[in-house]
């Protein structure tokens, strides 16, 4: 029995390094290792988007508040009341001068555009990371797999076909 448990032993890690390239376990090792760096440098892409778009946001709203600012101090000379008296009336002239601001509108696409850029960046990541989980998922049901090959393997020398005991 010893003399059979030798050979199954022997033909076993013979046949490891065909079952691993047969699971392409270096492929999945390889993937697994390059993915923390690329989801890394996705952060970092994500990142520097949420800046450009907060920085971009920021200069939207100085001009909305200079607008809000000109918009609160006008006064009525005859009266010397505020024009603009209650709250709707200011920011439906605020909207007003807005759009005829061909700067602000400028940068309100801008914002758009850097709004655009921040999401896909973002799912990007998003991506990189589910793709990531997967492969761990792929690199332990491989891992099970090669182990139960492993632990019920045919041994040559037995006729009957029944699985090796442990």
């Excluded at 952060?43 to 001009?63: C, F, G, S």
């Excluded at 509108?105 to 555009?113: R, S």
């Excluded at 793709?131 to 019920?152: D, F, M, P, S």
Aim: hydrophobic share 35%; glycine share 2%.
């Amino acid at each position: 029995m010893s003399v059979t448990k030798q050979t199954s032993s022997s033909s076993l890690s013979r046949s490891i390094p065909a079952l691993l390239a047969e699971y392409e376990t270096k492929l999945i090792k390889d993937r697994l290792l390059k993915y923390p760096s690329q989801i890394w440098g996705q952060k970092i892409a994500v990142r520097r988007r949420r800046k450009e778009y907060k920085d971009i946001k920021q200069e939207i709203k100085l001009i909305e508040t200079q607008i809000m600012a000109a918009i609160t101090a006008e006064k009525n000379p005859a009266t010397n009341k505020p024009v603009f008296s209650n709250a709707e009336a200011r920011q439906a002239e605020l909207e007003r001068r807005k759009s005829n601001i061909e700067h602000y509108n400028d940068i309100a696409e801008k914002l758009n555009k850097a709004e655009f850029n921040m999401t896909e960046e973002q799912e990007e990541l998003e991506l990189l990371i589910d793709e990531y989980k997967a492969h761990l998922c792929v690199g332990q049901i491989v891992a099970g797999e090669v182990n139960l090959y492993t632990l019920v393997k045919e041994d040559p020398a037995d006729s009957t076909g029944s699985p090796e005991p442990f």
